[in-house]
Structures are given as C-alpha cells and as structure tokens.
C-alpha cells in the first residue's frame, strides 16, 4: 500500500508510539508485506528467525521488536509489538468506512454494465464496462474490476485476509488493506470468495474462468486463461501462473507456485510448488508417473510380508 503522499520517519514513529534508527527526514512511502515490498516501504518482522529476511528485503524501513544493526541506507522502527502496530499503521492509512448505500456515490460503473438487484458495490470500487454482476454479489472497498466480467450470484470480493496472530487471550487479525483485482474477460460463479490482499491485491487475470464455491486467499495471483472447477481452495500468497486447470475440490497450501499448463486432478493437495506442463493427483500431489510407481509399490507390501513370514 502506497501512503497519499510521503512521510518522514519521525511522523511514523510518533503515530505508532515508537524509537526509530534513522534520520527523523528519512523518506516513508507506504507498507507492505514481505512478499510485495518495494524501496520505501515498512515491513514488519516479530521473530528472530525472520530478521535478515526482511532486513535484506526491498523494504527501506522496518519495522521490528529487537533493536539490530541497522544497513545502509535503511531505517528501524523499534516497537515492543510490531504487529500490533502494523495493524496500528493500516487503520491509520486505510481506516474502515461504513456505506450508506447499495452501491457507493464514489464506485464508478462502466457503460453497459448490468447490476441486478441487492448487490453491495462498496466506496472506490471501478467496474468496466459490459460486465454483468448478478444478485446478491459484495464488491467490497477498492475493488476493480476490468471489461466483460461476469460474476454470478452470492460471490463476495474483497473479504479480509485470514491471517492471525495467536495471543494468550485469543487470535488477534492483521488488518487488510489491499484490494482485489478482476481483469478482463473473467467468469466468476456463483458463491466464490477472492479475499483483498493484506497491503497490495489478489488478482485474477485475463480470460481465467472460476466455477462456484471456489475461495481464493489474499494475495495470491490467478495467470492468464487458468481453469478453477467448483470447490476448490486456495490459500495466500500463491502464484497460479497462466492456462493452469484445476479440477474440483483441490486444496493449496499457502506461498507456493503453480507452473504454466499444469494440470491438477481432483481432491489433489498441493503442499509444495509444481513444474508446468505436467498433470498432477493425489495427496500430496505429485505427477502422474511418479504417482503410480507410489501406487504400485504401495501394493507391493502385502507380497512382501508374506515373503518375510517364509523366512
């Protein structure tokens, strides 16, 4: 997320109540997470194992709770509870703001664009033109959505990322301020859920075409022409790269990369990053070839039991 304009260091600092490295001018231009951040930036880091990660980052400022040597030409903020005031920051830039109608007086809703009835367009949402938004659809704040765009009844887009930080008294959830964005010649079914990003967007670009009930995390981006059928998850930060099919009822584990023109079979569980163009099954989902050889090793063990009892 990008601030309306640049902040100094010290401004930072004194919203969020902290000490800072850095010469109070140092320049501030927005927030990201780990995964998006560009010079400019605050990233947040609460745990050591995670230090030089986001001290070697694209980020400019960071945000962390254990005063360390600071690198050139970068900036701490030091901070007894960085996620806490991260979240602190996102309210500050992106505050929460209640509508008062259906569809927002700031959305703007492109020529021959269909709305039918009791869909909620929140504040700043962009809308293409010759779209068609059946009933019951939430298009939450900031959304944008691009030409020839269909999205059938019930979808929510722009829900919060499911991100949490476990506390003694409970899961405390990192604020998300990010948006969704929709490109062109995109089908989304009935009953999907895309969640905004935390701090930048979760895309679906040209030309993919989503079943029902398919929920997609934050963050994460759906390539070129992909193929979802119904029931499928998957969760943040993933890289669906382009004309990828994935049948029903997959489920995706979080930060991994899908290759182009792979193939995933249905009730695979992706846990690790998969080649393109190959086709995959199975829990844990790996190609077919290697797959059948589990298989047929697997049905092996009982030949080879009874082998051992005649020794």
């Not at 601030?3 to 927030?31: H, N, R, S, W």
């Not at 943040?236 to 979080?254: A, L, N, P, R, Y």
């Amino acid at each position: 997320m990008r601030f309306p304009q640049p902040y100094a260091l010290k401004d930072i600092a004194d919203i969020i109540g902290c000490t800072f490295v850095g010469a109070e001018d140092f320049q501030v231009l927005g927030m990201n997470e780990i995964h998006v951040v560009s010079k400019g930036d605050i990233v947040f880091v609460d745990h050591p194992k995670y230090y030089d990660k986001a001290l070697q980052s694209e980020a400019t400022i960071v945000l962390i709770n254990k005063e360390v040597e600071c690198p050139e030409g970068k900036a701490l903020l030091i901070s007894d509870d960085p996620f806490r005031d991260f979240n602190i920051l996102s309210n500050y830039f992106k505050p929460f703001v209640s509508s008062e109608k259906n569809i927002a007086s700031s959305a703007k809703i492109g020529k021959n664009t269909v709305i039918q009835p009791n869909c909620f367009i929140g504040h700043n949402v962009v809308i293409g033109d010759n779209c068609t938004i059946h009933s019951n659809v939430s298009i939450y704040d900031d959304c944008v959505i691009g030409d020839h765009v269909t999205i059938h009844a019930g979808s929510v887009l722009g829900a919060n990322a499911f991100y949490y930080k476990k506390r003694p008294e409970g899961h405390d959830r990192l604020l998300s301020c990010g948006r969704v964005v929709i490109e062109d010649h995109v089908d989304i079914g009935a009953s999907c859920t895309i969640d905004r990003g935390v701090t930048a967007d979760t895309t679906v670009k040209e030309g993919a075409k989503i079943d029902n009930q398919v929920q997609i995390g934050h963050d994460t981006v759906i390539g070129k022409k992909c193929l979802i059928a119904s029931q499928v998850g998957i969760a943040g930060c993933t890289i669906i790269e382009d004309e990828v099919t994935i049948w029903g009822q997959v489920g995706i584990t979080s930060g991994v990369t899908i290759g182009e023109k792979a193939v995933i079979s249905a009730k695979a569980g992706v846990s690790k990053s998969l080649e393109g163009h190959k086709s995959y099954f199975g829990i844990p989902a790996d190609d077919f070839r290697s797959k059948y050889k589990e298989i047929a090793s697997i049905r092996k063990i009982p030949e080879i039991l009874e082998m051992l009892k005649k020794k």
